[in-house]
């Protein structure tokens, strides 16, 4: 059996089944963390896409711009509906749409890549402010070098008839969490020549923006005046910032049992007990988002013990060895945490599921209520 290492357990309860806990003071902290790292005077980009990887679009975003962030990004038209019906008003930028989607679109800011995609924009009554986006290395979207001259004189051509405006140019780094900023620094070299060009073709865009949370620290960018913050709003600290994870993800046993040495667990009994155990039911599994991949692997904290995580995580609940531990249905699990109280962090699930942090939010189940707090508030 796994050593099990004493600590101190949180004591946040958990409502029902299993339950996200998101302290909202930490997403502030983490905005003003990264503020202050970055240089004076450059605006900030609360990227809430997905739910805000699954923390809660609407609450972090206001948390965002309580801590200072001017401008809101999103991947999908309906992800901007939602914060617009929700009475946020500051700048929106998506860049994954439908053509007809932009018919539903007021006062949202969108990316262009070609020519072709400029068409609809041009043609959508209430689409006004657009960003160009040039591909400087990551190949995933964007204009191509080569056919970025005439993008850049299309938009021209459309904004001197007041069709449309052209508020930003940007791009996307493909390392920026490498701290070895040579990489990126080609890439902003190649995006400082879009943007020269772009001025020769007579535009003026008002932001210029390539830096995500990482790259925000590790790239000396002066010529961009904004950076899209999106990993480090949830404490992915990819480069030791000193961010903290804001969401808890919390449980309760089930049931108890005793079992016997040669007896196994869960389907297949790829556990079979060594000798004579407790173990716990925990409530929560894969359709909550617990990746299977983690079974035999994962631990969580009951009673300020981490208990390991035993045979297959199943649809709706796992087994954990609690060995000779009292413990009782009702007690609290911590499934994940900052990692403060000892508890496992995401970044720990998902190194036991050979992924990354951003995966583990983004998988958290529709089964899983959100509850948000501020600081020591339960």
């Known amino acids: 059996m796994t050593t099990m ?7 946040r309860p958990c409502l029902g089944l299993a339950e996200a806990v998101i302290d909202l003071s930490v997403v502030r902290d983490n905005l003003q963390t990264l503020h202050k790292r970055i240089r004076p005077g450059t605006e900030l980009m609360a990227i809430v896409k997905a739910d805000a990887f699954n923390h809660g679009a609407i609450q972090v975003a206001r948390a965002a711009i309580e801590a200072g962030a001017t401008w809101l990004g999103v991947a999908r038209a ?34 262009i890549s070609t020519v072709a995609e400029l068409q609809p924009a041009v043609s959508a009554p209430n689409v006004r402010h657009v960003h ?6 990551m190949r995933r979207g964007g204009s191509a070098p080569d ?4 993008l850049t004189r299309a938009a021209a051509h459309y904004e001197a008839l007041g069709a449309i405006k052209v508020r930003g140019i940007w791009s996307h780094l493909s390392h920026g969490d490498d701290p ?12 400082r020549t879009g943007v020269a060009l772009a001025r020769r073709a007579g535009l003026e865009p008002e932001v210029v923006h390539l830096a995500n949370s990482s790259g925000a620290l590790t790239l000396d960018a002066p010529d961009c005046n904004l950076v899209r ?3 480090g709003l949830f404490g992915i600290d990819e480069v030791g910032a000193g961010l903290r994870q804001p969401m808890q993800l919390v449980s309760k046993v089930a049931q108890v049992r005793r079992i016997h040495a040669g007896e196994g667990v869960s389907y297949g009994h790829d556990y079979v007990a ?22 035999g692997q994962a631990s969580v904290l009951v009673r300020g013990v981490r208990l390991p995580v035993i045979g297959r995580i199943t649809m709706d609940q796992f087994v954990v060895d609690a060995g000779d531990l009292p413990i009782e249905p009702g007690a609290p699990v911590v499934v994940f945490g900052n990692g403060d109280a000892g508890e496992p962090t995401a970044a720990d699930w998902a190194g036991w599921a050979a992924t990354i942090p951003h995966e583990i939010y983004c998988g958290l189940g529709s089964r899983v209520p959100r509850r948000y707090v501020e600081g020591t508030q339960q």
């Open 147 to 150: 056919q970025w001259i005439e």
């Open 132 to 137: 160009l986006k040039l591909d400087t290395g």
């Open 78 to 111: 309906d992800e901007a509906l939602q914060l617009r019906a929700a009475g946020l008003t500051e700048p929106i930028l998506i860049w994954l749409y439908d053509a007809s989607e932009l018919l539903l679109l007021s006062d949202i800011d969108v990316s």
């Open 180 to 191: 070895d900023a040579t990489h990126s620094t080609k890439q902003l070299q190649l995006l």
């Open 274 to 295: 060594e000798r004579d155990t407790t173990i716990a039911l925990i409530p929560i599994g894969y359709a909550d988002g617990v990746p299977r991949i983690a079974g």
């Open 229 to 231: 913050i999106g990993a």
């Open 5 to 11: 290492n004493l600590v101190q357990s949180p004591a």
